[in-house]
């Protein structure tokens, strides 16, 4: 059978949705938002390694953590940080499993606790989209996430996922307007690729 149709099919659609996503905006988000985050990023690594040669050795500070703070106490601050905004920087948690003895079983956890949190974030959406004073507050301050997520879909909850974007935002953004939450479930596991990523560039503890 002549598969020649099908293919040109699939390239005739990749080529609209590129279409479509460089007309509406996609690429230049992505763009704008990587560069704002490039800087800071660079900016935190750099004085993270500063604070290590000259206030605090980090190998110390987190062996003190370990030792003074239970797992589940620090996973437990980190799935409401997780659940709410995305406010405390997922690297520092990363560099605490670096430091423990089992760092790939807490990565992956962190992992999971991370997908968890823009879970509880989409039902907050769907709660919020419930109670129409809340839901107008909201549609206000996040009306830039919601008309992207409207326009863009899937692809965003990707980008929120994989780059240093919150998450959590995207997340409740994405409840507000009702998203499918099965899709909503497949886009986000991209989450785990960018902790494992983020562990073996950064932190390398693998």
């Known amino acids: 059978m002549d598969k020649s149709p099908k293919l040109s099919a ?13 007309y509406t ?21 750099i004085g993270l390694w500063l604070v290590h040669l000259y206030v605090i050795d980090f190998h110390d500070l987190f062996t003190s953590i370990t030792t003074t703070y239970s797992p589940i106490v620090i996973l437990s601050v980190f799935l409401a940080t997780e659940s709410l905004l995305g ?7 990363i560099a605490w499993a ?6 790939i079983f807490y990565l992956s956890v962190l992992a999971f606790l991370s997908y968890l949190g823009g879970i509880i974030s989409f039902f907050m959406g769907k709660a919020v989209s419930k109670i129409p ?4 507050y909201f ?15 899937g692809f965003l909850i990707i ?22 939450f099965r899709n909503y479930l497949l886009f986000g596991l991209l989450r785990f690729v960018r902790f494992y990523l983020y562990a073996l560039v950064i932190f390398n503890i693998f």
Do not use: C, N
């Open 10 to 22: 699939k390239k005739s659609r990749i080529r609209l949705l590129h279409q479509y996503y460089s």
């Open 25 to 45: 905006g996609f690429y230049a988000f992505v763009k704008s938002s990587l560069g704002k985050v490039v800087v800071p990023i660079s900016l935190f690594i």
């Open 87 to 93: 406010l405390v920087p997922p690297e520092i948690f």
């Open 98 to 103: 670096g430091k423990t003895d089992t760092p």
């Open 133 to 136: 004073s809340m839901k107008a």
């Open 139 to 153: 549609e206000v301050k996040m009306a830039k996430h919601m008309k992207m997520i409207r326009k863009w879909g």
């Open 159 to 180: 980008v929120g996922a994989l780059l240093p974007i919150p998450f959590a935002m995207t997340s409740i953004a994405a409840g507000l307007i009702h998203y499918r």
